[in-house]
């Protein structure tokens, strides 16, 4: 990509003033976040600068968000062309964009029929809702049961907290909804045994086909056939949750589609809008048709700035180029990695899918992937953090090779200074 230089005219805030105005952020914002003091000014592609002058490597882009980097051209011209035009209609009125982006997803996916929202807690509720609503239809209302999976996360609303398994994000909100069960992840046996014991009660399962939050673990496609044998055997919904790990990040457009396991709902987000806020829930015409008229809905979902930018990021991201460079940087970054980890030995693995890449620590660093976020962060590299033992890597698809490279030689430092640190 041509580098294209900010405008630098308000990059010179002070130390000083960027914890003033973070002192004023915490005063008016509810506590639930504890973000760094860094505020971006500018982003091109996979580099970022803050409002002190500092550049930084992109290798977070927004949690998995920014698919195509920061302020790609093409995404400023479509959500500029749609802005001119109308920014909102609801879903009172039939919109073009989001006609263009279901069509769109429907031809390069299982997808018939898809209902779009705002975010990927949305459409996983969406898919929930609708797992009930379809056996209540075909079934009974005792089949509402509903398969979930140790370190999962689907996201904050009651019910995707619930489905989540991280307790810590779940307690202390009240009573939860009822049906939720959690097996270990990647335990077929235990999916086998599950099933066994609520025959006739299970609605769904729901997995993601890379836990993104719980880790950066894949899946084995030993355990996703057995899920999928299991809902088939008993008339259950298997929904893959690909809001992290799909729309291109594991080097095809969606993960189902290496694997052979198809789903019956597959639910999308993070990447899809690029940056802007949307969410979609795909599945078949015949389970669709369980969401009638007022069964369920959203203000703004089919927003069509929304999926005026999906569209385009679909477009740019199905592309067997932009999926080969998923492949070629993730063989970049990996390599990078594990030559790191030759010489320091701090990472017990390296693993993940694509540009979906954890590093989890070694036990003597037990806890310790936040300071390594922090310590990559003030040397000019962002990078996440997927729990306390491992540290993320979700780059934007199209990260070029001298943007890997700075980025690697800056977690080089920092694991250096770790290494030397711990002895
Ligand atoms: N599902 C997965 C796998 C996620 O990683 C996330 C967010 O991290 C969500 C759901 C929730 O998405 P959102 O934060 O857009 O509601």
């Known amino acids: 990509m041509a580098t294209i230089q900010p405008n630098t005219e308000t990059v010179n805030d002070t130390t000083e003033e960027v914890s003033s105005v973070r002192a004023a952020f915490d ?11 860094i505020m971006p000014a500018y982003g091109r592609g996979s580099r970022l600068w803050d409002t002190g002058g500092h550049e930084y490597v992109d290798f977070a882009a927004g949690i998995a968000v920014s698919a195509l980097g920061h302020a790609h051209p093409e995404l400023i011209d479509v959500l500029t062309e749609q802005a001119r035009k109308f920014w909102h209609v609801s879903n009172i009125l039939t919109n073009q964009p ?6 769109a997803l429907c031809a390069a996916t299982f ?9 990927g807690a949305e459409v996983n509720e969406a898919a929930l809702k609708l797992a009930r609503r379809y056996a209540v239809d075909h079934f009974t209302p005792e089949k509402y049961r509903i398969l979930a999976f140790d370190d999962a996360f689907h996201g904050r609303t009651l019910f995707t907290v619930c489905a989540g398994g991280q307790p810590q994000y779940s307690s202390g909100f009240g009573p939860k909804p009822a049906g939720i069960s959690h097996c270990r992840f990647n335990d077929a046996g235990a999916v086998r045994e599950y099933f066994a014991e609520n025959r006739g009660r299970v609605c769904a399962a729901i997995v993601e086909p890379c836990q993104g939050e719980g880790g950066v673990v894949p899946a084995t496609v030993e355990f996703l056939k057995t899920l999928r044998s299991c809902c088939d055997r008993e008339n259950a919904l298997l929904i893959f949750d690909e809001i992290q790990c799909g729309m291109g990040r594991s080097g095809s457009l969606y993960v189902y589609q290496e694997l052979g396991v198809t789903p019956d709902v597959l639910t999308t ?8 806020p949307i969410g979609a829930m795909l599945t078949t015409a015949g389970i669709a048709k369980s969401l009638v008229v007022g069964t369920h809905g959203s203000t703004f979902g089919g927003n069509p700035m929304a999926c005026a930018v999906a569209c385009k990021v679909l477009e740019l991201v199905n592309t067997p180029e932009m999926l080969q460079n998923v ?9 990078g990695l594990e030559e790191i980890n030759r010489e320091f030995n701090v990472f017990r693995e390296i693993r993940g899918l694509g ?3 954890g590093c989890e ?6 806890g310790q992937a936040r300071d390594v976020v922090a310590a990559c962060t003030k040397k000019g590299l962002l990078v996440l953090n997927a729990g306390p033992e491992v540290v993320r890597i979700a780059p934007a698809l199209n990260i070029n090779g001298p943007d890997i490279d700075q980025g690697l030689q800056i977690m080089r430092e920092v694991i250096a200074g770790m290494a030397a640190n711990t002895g």
């Open 361 to 366: 620590l070694e036990p003597r660093y037990a």
């Open 98 to 103: 989001a006609l263009d982006l279901a069509s």
């Open 355 to 357: 540009l979906l890449l």
């Open 111 to 119: 997808a018939e029929r898809v209902f779009l929202a705002n975010s």
């Open 327 to 335: 492949v070629v940087a993730s063989q970049r970054l990996t390599t």
């Open 27 to 37: 005063a008016v914002m509810t506590p639930n976040y504890a973000p760094m003091e």
């Open 269 to 276: 987000a993070k990447a899809l809008g690029g940056g802007f």
